[in-house]
């Protein structure tokens, strides 16, 4: 006699579907965000109305439950299908199950319900869209195209069956772990130039994606106690992507640099106008207050709206930028004002503003003295006064009918005018001796000036732009430049040296990242210690430990070349006497700088290096240690090594060191 088994409900797990080369591709939702998508189902009823949301993927999702769509919070991005999911099929070709529609997995639960409580099997049912499945047991599904009729199919039909499976346990499909609620530390990513971010030429939010789940997964095997994991929560990485507004319809540059360009080598020229230009458009005044407000406008947003989200979060915030997003920000930061420097420049502002510039008259002779006075009544109409007109952007005074020339002019006399403001402000400033990024030689008559150069005011002369630098919301609590080209940067805008007490006024942390083959990359401790001061990049540990193998053999290699050299010159020298000044050092007479980055020891700073105050008297520069393969050819492995830091997991655990050092101290358990 036949046992028959009880039927047991089947067991629901929600699901996302996601673009992947063009291809759908689904995947499941954590089991903690699953489970509360299905109790949020239940509770809301089958045949409600009224639209329920729930925020998943750590809160940077919102799901739509009615409509089943899942939406991003912090960036734009269409919306993606969502399903809850109990029956999936496979083909021979596919590489992984995909999901049947709701219905149709209501479909198919009724008639496996049937089948086993009656034990009836291998009958055939006709799915609605045409399909024909046969149930033979509980444990052999299968599904057949509709063009076959006879079942099974002849031997001589091509046509494979596709493999069904009941319940997300019995498919090969990895469950990702929940994120932790509580969010310890928030970052902003800034890119560099050009949509593309990374080797594969994935965007900006793909690529936070990869470093937030490296993040996770370091935390969990570097950070945690085993015997309790709830102590620290997770690092919550945001992307800022600003190249999309500087080439979106606002400005229209794309279309102007499109009606210029030549038309042959069309794709190099297209690549060319997507990336290399963005390097120009930041040394180009109007482009550059353009990225500049973007990029601090959306960090504000970001950190607005992630309070909002996440009301009990006390920690504090950093700053990661590749390439020059890593520029971007270390200007915004320099421009930064402290609470003192704000209350100063709002009085002199104040005092500025009340004495002559507050009415209209004022506006009228400013607008007259420039022969744009035929624009007044458009602007007395708005009731913009001098006051107003200063707060107002470029797009504000296109909405309100000022053509292109004249508004240009507007600005720039705008511009002027607040310069001109603020220069009894600046000129305090600089007499009080504050330290600043350089100094200038007093007894050259060709260097620009003679005293202590204030990196907020460079003007056009030496090479930086001369622009309205916006304020952050936060004061972050370190700075992470990813190969970054700053360093370059200084040098050519005629910034010798950068003075050991300066530091980033609202930032007391700064790492210098870069991979030891990466071409965009420089670094910036040489430009605060004494130039006969030889001082080796920190070299950044692997993440499992120890250096990399290849890197230890050559060390090893290194060490032994060196004790042999040492006993030839002391052969030698005692036959000739002459002596060898390369070799008396004890090193050897051709190290590369990679080689001095390989032997010096592993992020085990020296106490008596003091490399200035931009990174609190530590270490600045840091590298990080090239792979086997890498190691064969520096140069076919450039352009990958610029893009690499998005997938370092080196990287990673440097940037959580910095964050949880200062939480170790307020949680002794660690």
Same mark, same amino acid.
């Given at each position: 006699?036949?046992?028959?088994?009880?039927?047991?409900?089947?067991?629901?797990?929600?699901?996302?579907?996601?673009?992947?080369?063009?291809?759908? @591709?689904?995947?499941?939702?954590?089991?903690?965000?699953?489970?509360?998508?299905?109790?949020?189902?239940?509770?809301?009823?089958?045949?409600?109305?009224?639209?329920?949301?729930?925020?998943?993927?750590?809160?940077?999702?919102?799901?739509?439950?009615?409509?089943?769509?899942?939406?991003p919070v912090y960036w734009e991005q269409k919306?993606?299908?969502?399903?809850?999911?109990?029956?999936?099929?496979?083909?021979?070709?596919?590489?992984?199950?995909?999901?049947?529609?709701?219905?149709? @997995?209501?479909?198919?639960?009724?008639?496996?319900?049937?089948?086993?409580?009656?034990?009836?099997?291998?009958?055939?049912?006709?799915?609605?869209?045409?399909?024909?499945?046969?149930?033979?047991?509980?444990?052999?599904?299968?599904?057949?195209?509709?063009?076959?009729?006879?079942?099974?199919?002849?031997p001589t039909e091509r046509t494979q069956p596709r493999t069904l499976k009941r319940g997300v346990e019995n498919i090969s499909i990895e469950i990702p772990e929940g994120e932790p609620e509580i969010v310890d530390h928030l970052v902003f990513m800034v890119h560099g130039i050009g949509p593309a971010c990374d080797i594969r030429l994935r965007g900006i939010v793909q690529c936070v994606n990869e470093f937030r789940n490296a993040s996770n997964s370091l935390i969990t095997s570097h950070f945690r106690p085993s015997g309790d994991s709830s102590i620290i929560g997770r690092v919550e990485y945001l992307p800022v992507n600003w190249h999309k507004v500087l080439h979106?319809?606002?400005?229209?540059?794309?279309?102007?640099?499109?009606?210029?360009?030549?038309?042959?080598?069309?794709?190099?020229?297209?690549?060319?106008?997507?990336?290399?230009l963005d390097l120009f458009f930041y040394n180009?005044?109007?482009?550059?207050?353009?990225?500049?407000?973007?990029?601090?406008?959306?960090?504000?947003?970001?950190?607005?709206?992630?309070?909002?989200?996440?009301?009990?979060?006390?920690?504090?915030?950093?700053?990661?930028?590749?390439?020059?997003?890593?520029?971007?920000?270390?200007?915004?930061?320099?421009?930064?004002?402290?609470?003192?420097?704000?209350?100063?420049?709002?009085?002199?502002?104040?005092?500025?503003?009340?004495?002559?510039c507050g009415s209209y008259e004022s506006l009228e002779v400013a607008l007259k003295s420039h022969d744009l006075e035929e624009h007044l009544s458009l602007l007395h109409k708005e009731q913009v006064d001098m006051e107003s007109l200063i707060l107002c952007s470029e797009k504000d005074l296109k909405d309100i009918g000022i053509p292109l020339g004249p508004r240009k002019k507007i600005l720039n006399c705008v511009k002027k005018w607040k310069t001109s403001r603020m220069g009894s402000g600046l000129a305090a400033k600089n007499e009080t001796n504050s330290p600043s990024l350089g100094m200038r030689n007093h007894h050259d008559p060709q260097t620009p000036t003679t005293s202590a150069v204030d990196y907020q005011h460079f003007d056009v002369g030496i090479g930086q732009v001369s622009i309205?630098?916006?304020?952050?919301?936060?004061?972050?609590?370190?700075?992470?430049?990813?190969?970054?080209?700053?360093?370059?940067?200084?040098?050519?805008?005629?910034?010798?040296?950068?003075?050991?007490?300066y530091s980033l006024p609202t930032c007391k942390s700064f790492y210098n990242i870069f991979h030891p083959f990466d071409p965009v990359a420089y670094r910036i401790e040489p430009m605060i210690v004494p130039q006969d001061v030889d001082l080796p990049a920190m070299l950044i540990p692997h993440h499992k430990g120890r250096k990399r193998m290849h890197l230890e053999l050559k060390e090893g290699l290194t060490r032994v070349s060196s004790d042999l050299l040492g006993s030839l010159r002391m052969v030698w020298q005692s036959i000739?006497?002459?002596?060898?000044?390369?070799?008396?050092?004890?090193?050897?007479?051709?190290?590369?700088?990679?080689?001095?980055?390989?032997?010096?020891?592993?992020?085990?700073?020296?106490?008596?290096?003091?490399?200035?105050?931009?990174?609190?008297?530590?270490?600045?520069?840091?590298?990080?240690q090239e792979t086997p393969i890498e190691?064969?050819?520096?140069?076919?492995?450039?352009?990958?090594?610029?893009?690499?830091?998005?997938?370092?997991?080196?990287?990673?655990?440097?940037?959580?060191?910095?964050?949880?050092?200062?939480?170790?101290?307020?949680?002794?358990?660690?």
């Open positions: 006699m036949n046992i028959v088994e009880p039927y047991e409900p089947i067991q629901h797990h929600w699901f996302f579907n996601q673009q992947v080369d063009s291809k759908d @591709s689904w995947q499941p939702f954590s089991r903690e965000d699953s489970q509360r998508l299905e109790e949020a189902y239940a509770r809301a009823g089958k045949y409600d109305k009224d639209e329920v949301v729930v925020a998943t993927d750590g809160r940077r999702y919102d799901v739509k439950l009615r409509e089943r769509k899942r939406y919306p993606t299908e969502v399903r809850r999911c109990s029956w999936f099929h496979k083909g021979n070709k596919d590489m992984s199950y995909t999901p049947y529609t709701e219905d149709l @997995s209501e479909f198919l639960e009724d008639a496996y319900m049937i089948a086993v409580t009656l034990d009836e099997w291998k009958t055939n049912l006709e799915l609605p869209t045409g399909e024909t499945v046969i149930l033979h047991n509980p444990k052999l599904m299968t599904q057949y195209p509709s063009s076959c009729k006879d079942f099974p199919p002849s979106g319809e606002t400005t229209g540059v794309d279309k102007d640099i499109e009606r210029i360009t030549l038309p042959s080598i069309s794709r190099l020229r297209q690549f060319s106008n997507d990336t290399v180009s005044a109007t482009y550059c207050q353009t990225i500049v407000d973007t990029v601090a406008s959306e960090i504000n947003r970001l950190h607005s709206l992630f309070l909002q989200r996440h009301p009990q979060f006390t920690g504090h915030v950093s700053l990661f930028g590749h390439s020059l997003g890593s520029l971007i920000l270390f200007d915004l930061l320099t421009n930064q004002e402290t609470s003192a420097d704000v209350t100063d420049h709002e009085l002199h502002k104040d005092a500025h503003v009340h004495s002559d309205d630098y916006p304020q952050l919301a936060f004061h972050p609590q370190a700075f992470f430049a990813a190969g970054s080209p700053i360093g370059m940067f200084l040098t050519v805008r005629g910034l010798k040296r950068i003075d050991p007490n000739s006497q002459v002596p060898t000044p390369a070799l008396a050092e004890g090193g050897l007479s051709a190290m590369t700088p990679t080689d001095e980055a390989e032997a010096c020891p592993v992020e085990q700073e020296d106490s008596n290096v003091k490399v200035g105050m931009l990174n609190r008297g530590r270490r600045i520069d840091f590298v990080l190691s064969f050819n520096e140069y076919l492995f450039a352009i990958q090594s610029h893009l690499c830091y998005w997938e370092s997991e080196d990287t990673a655990l440097l940037v959580l060191k910095e964050i949880y050092k200062h939480f170790q101290v307020r949680n002794a358990q660690l």
